[in-house]
């Protein structure tokens, strides 16, 4: 007991210590609290999604630290140094009777965040931050390339008129036929992990970040070449955004080992799961949406359903060593629950959703059938719209490779080898032709009957001059 009594005495002077080093930190001569470690990740967390300068809320700008200190359409200073009661952003976020103006449409601050806030005004509003987080690219002011950007990301809209490429910090809408540039979508997310048409193609969903320091989920209106609405989430890039059938859900997957699902409308978020013990890179919806099936670096793939978030059931098998690596890829037949995934086996697999057996170990039971391997790993798998055909692509040692087959008897229609490992393969409707791209930053359109090269474009301009070099 005595040696019990000691250690219990010393963990409550370690922890007496910890908080009168974190009291004395928030409060010195002007430099105890951080506008970068401390209210920057608060402004990202609530503000920047709705104040930035693809969506500038109210005229104001947040994610720019001069535009954030002026304030916006109220013409009022947002931040006045050393004075947070003449601070407009302080009335804004400051809470009465259960409600605050800012963040719109949402919960308030907390108490400790707007105090945080008010001290560090108080202190003097001094920007701390690097150089490297200032926001360089905006939709007046899109990047400039020296070379092609390494793709992640292809998808046709559902009319077949447009392809959508992921880019650096952003969005590359071309002409599906490879003819031309038709819009740029530029946010606050440097990498672009997934770019997904809605069902009628009305939007596109967004998932990405900056690794490391931000996850980013973008929602953006293809008629009017708006940003809906972003909401920023965790502290790394996000992977795998699909849409629900009736295109009221938008899915993704965090490097946390989590699952999530919110509401385009208002973007609550109506499912979180982390049944996952890797990061989770791609999801898809059931046909009906009351499902959600997802894939991770865990080697396995998970069913949850969406209405009350639970884990259901992993639908491959779990016999150690029977899955020989993670999972990157999974779509879903267009008319029925059954599952195309790919990962690092190189093998392309199709699955029940639902299993009508009792689960031994030992079994892969779901598993219907397998198709023609591609050369090192998977990173992107799809069905044809009707379901006929599927394609794959991998990459191995600096070569990709792209082989078609037929879904029911799973032969091999056509193969093509490309340089630089294929991230991303997609589907034109017409069913006649894919898209294959990833590290040569080179879009290849495929015919599917052939394997023949239609066209390759890079989808940006090229600047020959870099910026300084003159100097």
């Avoid at 601050?109 to 105090?115: F, G, H, N, P, Q």
């Avoid at 540039?181 to 009628?200: C, H, K, N, Q, Y």
């Amino acid at each position: 007991m005595r040696y019990l009594s000691s250690a219990l005495i010393l963990i409550i002077a370690s922890l007496w210590n910890i908080a009168t080093l974190a009291d004395d930190e928030a409060t010195p001569d002007g430099t105890g609290i951080s506008y970068y470690k401390d209210i920057r990740p608060i402004f990202q967390s609530h503000c920047q999604g709705c104040h930035q300068p693809a969506k500038k809320g109210g005229e104001y700008v947040m994610t720019d630290f001069s535009m954030m200190l002026k304030g916006g359409a109220s013409e009022e200073a947002a931040i006045i140094a050393g004075k947070p009661d003449e601070s407009f952003l302080i009335s804004l976020i400051t809470e009465v009777d259960g409600q605050a103006e800012m963040p719109k449409g949402k919960k308030p601050l907390s108490s400790v965040e707007v105090d945080l806030i008010r001290k560090w005004i108080e202190q003097g509003a001094k920007n701390d931050a690097p150089a490297s987080t200032q926001l360089k690219y905006s939709m007046d002011n899109p990047p400039v390339y020296s070379a092609a950007p390494v793709i992640t990301s292809l998808d046709f809209s559902s009319d077949g008129k447009y392809l959508a490429i992921s880019g650096y910090h952003e969005v590359l809408i071309h002409h599906a036929d490879g003819s031309g540039l038709a819009a740029r979508l530029v946010g606050m997310s440097e990498r672009i992990e997934t770019a997904r048409f809605s069902p009628d193609s009305s939007k596109i969903a967004v998932t990405g970040g900056s690794p490391g320091r931000m996850g980013e989920l973008q929602v953006w209106d293809i008629n009017n070449i708006s940003l809906l609405f972003a909401q920023t989430i965790g502290y790394d890039t996000l992977y795998g955004a699909n849409w629900s059938p009736d295109g009221k859900l938008i899915s993704y997957g965090c490097p946390d080992n989590t699952s999530h699902a919110i509401q385009v409308q208002d973007g609550k978020e109506v499912l979180f799961n982390g049944a996952h013990d890797g990061w989770v890179l791609d999801t898809v919806f059931s046909v009906n949406g009351d499902h959600l099936v997802t894939v991770s670096r865990d080697r396995s793939m998970k069913l949850i359903n969406v209405p009350t978030q639970r884990f259901i059931d992993n639908v491959t098998s779990i016999t150690p060593g029977a899955l020989k690596g993670g999972l990157n890829s999974v779509d879903r037949h267009p008319g029925k629950d059954e599952l195309l995934c790919g990962g690092a086996d190189g093998v392309p697999k199709v699955y029940k959703m639902f299993r009508d057996k009792a689960r031994r170990i030992g079994d892969d039971f779901n598993l219907i059938r397998a198709y023609p391997g591609l050369q090192g790993r998977i990173f992107s798998t799809q069905f044809s719209k009707d379901g006929s055909k599927i394609v794959s692509g991998s990459s191995f040692n600096g070569v990709g490779q792209v082989k078609i087959a037929n879904y029911e008897d799973a032969k091999e229609i056509s193969s093509v080898d490309l340089d630089g490992g294929i991230f991303s393969v997609a589907f034109h409707p017409d069913g006649n032709t894919i898209a294959a791209a990833g590290f040569s930053g080179k879009v290849n359109l495929i015919e599917v009957a052939t394997g023949k090269i239609i066209k390759s474009f890079v989808p940006v301009n090229i600047e020959t001059t870099v910026a300084g070099a003159e100097e």
